[in-house]
């Protein structure tokens, strides 16, 4: 079984900045894909940016390209979400998955494990 566990999100002002933090515990997720979901008030969650288990691939949702960077470090068995320049359009629930498969993934049906979310709101 994997834990994930989100961290980082808040209340920030449009052009602000924040790192999301997902932590996974009971095993390494060293060898999963990872991903980042959003899910913003009255939508369906969707995707916002996925990363492959070493971090050499990657893909962002068009809305976010360019402001948001995935990243990860296995040694600490975590995934970042740093997001610049943010928008009110942003705010959401953002949720961190992991996917049984190494490689990237862009569709939460390929996503196994799902953290409980990390309230984002930007304020214009």
């Known amino acids: 079984q994997v834990q994930l566990v989100e961290s980082g999100g808040g209340l920030v002002q449009a052009g602000d900045s924040l790192r999301l933090s997902c932590a996974a515990s009971?095993?390494?997720?060293?060898?999963?894909?990872m991903g980042w979901f959003r899910q913003a008030p009255g939508k369906e969650r969707e995707f916002a940016a996925a990363?492959?288990?070493?971090?050499?691939?990657?893909s962002y949702a068009d809305s976010v390209k360019g402001r948001f960077t995935i990243s990860r470090d296995n040694a600490k068995n975590t995934v970042y979400l740093q997001m610049n320049s943010l928008k009110p359009e942003d705010t959401a629930v953002y949720y961190c998955?992991?996917?049984?498969?190494?490689?990237?993934?862009?569709?939460?049906?390929?996503?196994?494990?799902w953290g409980q979310g990390t309230q984002v709101t930007v304020s214009s």
């Open positions: 998955a992991a996917s049984l498969s190494p490689r990237m993934r862009v569709t939460q049906a390929e996503y196994y494990y």
């Open positions: 009971g095993r390494t997720v060293s060898t999963n894909g």
């Open positions: 990363i492959s288990w070493n971090g050499g691939a990657t």
